[in-house]
């Protein structure tokens, strides 16, 4: 082929490409009658309105107090959830790793679970467990607790595959037994990387554990789809502004831990 | 009587590799013999079989008097604290300090509950502080290892084996990794802990000339079969030749030299 008839072609593929992507984008904003000017135009209103009802009035700083409390119990629900979930996830790494596994037999069992409960996202989690646990805390925790659970033991496979077999191999040669080799070699190895797994995993539960408390009403979330669904605007806003607040302060602290254990 | 015996040991990966073909030989007491061959030759394989990190397909191996090959449980944990392995990478936990990784070497002889909990004996930590003052390492006791220069990591594994008190040392390429000058401190240290504490040394080794400097003995092995058993002045060059196989051409050219020197 010519050089000309190559870049040719090239440019005629690009057209059409380009003319495909746009055919689509306006079939679809027909389809959902979109109509792009007002789009664009209803976001200064949009943003007027905010300011206007978002300010947290008088009502809702004396909501503060009640605010506060559903806050704590959500923020110690999360934290709960993923340290507990973390302690089985390590248990479950151990016998999925390659380096650490009892028999080769347990490594795809273990990772399939892990996977299963990872993939299923956490406000699924919710719905399915709300069918046993109704509108209670524990479809909260229980929500955080599984997602956790698969996320950690998959992180901790591959960190415990990638400490390496090395340390565990002179242990044994050591004569030391199973449980031995995993708390003196496997666990201080393994210890920096665990800590922040389980940190990152408390901060993005109390994020997650406000939209789950709107689909299981209980928590924070709760508070914030009664006063929203009441026109409360003012409280509803108090209750996003503190939950913020809290998400900034507890990723403030583990960022110290991390950077003082690291 | 001898101290370890193998008998007709075969390791088979698979259906295809040989990894180890009938090798018998046995060790006295106090012996130091250095095991030397090519790259996948089954050297490795010979070491983890002794001490059990690697069953062996057929075939007996018998240390102080106990057939290894069927141990279980306890008394495989017992066999293995009677043998200290040093290993090419040193194997050390490097985000412990070095008395920590010193005394992992007595791990095996606690219960499940001490050595979850990594409870050591007041006698037993002083012995590890006095095996790791022999060694030179008193300055670095608590530092943590990934702060040692390559020599020291493996002192700090000689440490660990003996503090064990076996009664035979595995190296499996201690030096493979360390530049020559450390590298002749843990030749010189295991040599001197085979002469002083009559422990038993067996070691893996690629350099042929650290092998015949420090061995008694030398083991030769080529695709799994002991190819020479002797002392180091009787193997000829071309025995080294017939162990490393056509790809020693350099190497025996600087044997050759170095004899000559």
Not at chain 1, 123 to 131: N, Q, R, Y
Not at chain 1, 167 to 173: N, T
Request: with cysteine; charged share 15%.
């Amino acid at each position: 082929m010519q050089p000309d008839a190559f870049f040719r072609r090239r440019r005629l593929q690009s057209a059409l490409f380009f003319i495909a992507i746009v055919a689509i984008t306006y079939g679809g904003m027909v389809l959902t009658q979109f109509d792009l000017v007002q789009g664009l135009g209803i976001i200064p209103r949009a943003f007027a309105w905010g300011v206007v009802n978002f300010v947290p009035d008088e009502r809702a700083w004396a909501r503060l107090p009640r605010i506060l409390e559903k806050l704590q119990e959500t923020v110690l629900v999360a934290v709960a959830s993923s340290t507990i979930a973390s302690i089985f996830g390590l248990g479950l790494a151990l016998l999925g790793a390659n380096t650490t596994r009892p028999h080769p037999w347990f490594s795809l069992p273990a990772r399939a679970i892990a996977s299963v409960f990872r993939n299923i996202d956490v406000s699924v989690w919710a719905l399915i467990l709300l069918f046993s646990f109704g509108q209670s805390g524990f479809t909260g925790f229980f929500a955080l607790f599984f997602v956790t659970f698969g996320f950690i033991t998959r992180v901790m496979v591959e960190t415990i595959d990638e400490v390496g077999i090395e340390p565990v191999e002179a242990l044994r040669a050591t004569g030391a037994g199973y449980a031995a080799i995993i708390s003196q070699s496997v666990i201080p190895a393994c210890l920096p990387q665990l800590i922040s797994w389980v940190l990152y995993m408390i901060e993005t539960n109390i994020r997650s554990a406000t939209l789950v408390g709107i689909l299981t009403g209980t928590g924070i979330g709760f508070l914030f789809d009664l006063y929203f669904k009441n026109f409360s605007y003012g409280s509803a806003s108090l209750v996003v502004l503190t939950t913020v607040a809290a998400v900034l302060i507890i990723e403030a602290v583990s960022n110290y831990i991390r950077r003082t254990i690291l | 009587m001898s101290l370890l015996e193998l008998d007709q040991v075969t390791k088979r990966y698979g259906a295809e590799t040989l990894a180890l073909d009938s090798i018998s030989f046995s060790v006295q007491p106090g012996e130091f013999v250095a095991i030397i061959g090519p790259s996948g030759a089954g050297k490795s394989t010979l070491l983890r079989c002794i001490n059990r990190l690697i069953d062996v397909t057929s075939g007996d191996i018998r240390f102080d008097g106990v057939s290894v090959p069927q141990l279980r449980g306890p008394a495989l944990r017992r066999h293995r604290t009677q043998i200290g392995m040093i290993f090419q990478h040193y194997n050390l936990v490097n985000r412990l300090s070095v008395i920590e990784n010193v005394l992992h070497g007595r791990l095996g002889y606690k219960n499940t509950l001490q050595g979850i909990l990594g409870l050591y004996s007041e006698e037993e930590k002083r012995e590890a502080v006095r095996i790791i003052e022999t060694l030179g390492l008193s300055e670095q006791m608590y530092k943590r290892c990934d702060q040692l220069s390559g020599g020291q990591k493996q002192r700090v594994g000689i440490a660990r084996a003996l503090v064990q008190q076996p009664k035979m040392l595995l190296c499996d390429e201690p030096i493979a990794s360390l530049d020559p000058s450390s590298a002749k401190v843990i030749m010189d240290t295991l040599q001197e802990i085979n002469r002083s504490t009559g422990i038993t040394v067996l070691v893996n080794l690629h350099q042929v000339d650290v092998a015949l400097h420090y061995a008694e003995r030398i083991i030769g092995v080529n695709r799994g079969r002991v190819i020479y058993d002797g002392p180091p002045h009787a193997l000829s060059n071309a025995q080294i030749y017939q162990i490393y196989g056509s790809e020693a051409g350099e190497l025996i050219l600087d044997l050759k030299e170095r004899y000559a020197a």
